[in-house]
Nanobody
Framework: QVQLVESGGGLVQAGGSLRLSCAAP????????MGWYRQAPGKQRELVATITSGGRTNYVDSVKGRFTISRDNAKNTVFLQMNSLQPEDTAVYYCNAKIVVGSVREYDYWGQGTQVTVSS
């Protein structure tokens, strides 16, 4: 089993910022899509943002204008810059990497999760 390594979580006040990082092992290549999910207390896991290898991004409505996803393909790393954080953003954040092989098989890799807590 391989795993993505996350960092950057923490405790911040409302209105503050955090930057999450997620690095894929060097053995993982040709990652098509990387993204961030989160699971808030009492809620199901939701997709927060995705970015393709070409840089196309997508965001859940609740974070548009506040969060920015980016990636460094050379370093196999994805980032999530989170600004104007709100208590509702409190969750465990998980990064994900998806590899599509031959358009018939998908491989998903996950980070261990990093806690983001936003105080009111």
């Amino acid at each position: 089993q391989v795993q993505l390594v996350e960092s950057g979580g923490g405790l911040v006040q409302a209105g503050g910022s955090l930057r999450l990082s997620c690095a894929a092992p060097v053995g993982i290549r040709s990652i098509n899509v990387m993204g961030w999910y989160r699971q808030a207390p009492g809620k199901q896991r939701e997709l927060v943002a995705t970015i393709t290898s070409g840089g196309r991004t997508n965001y859940v409505d609740s974070v548009k204008g506040r969060f920015t996803i980016s990636r460094d393909n050379a370093k196999n790393t994805v980032f999530l810059q989170m600004n104007s954080l709100q208590p509702e953003d409190t969750a465990v954040y998980y990064c994900n990497a998806k590899i599509v092989v031959g358009s018939v098989r998908e491989y998903d890799y996950w980070g261990q999760g990093t806690q983001v807590t936003v105080s009111s």
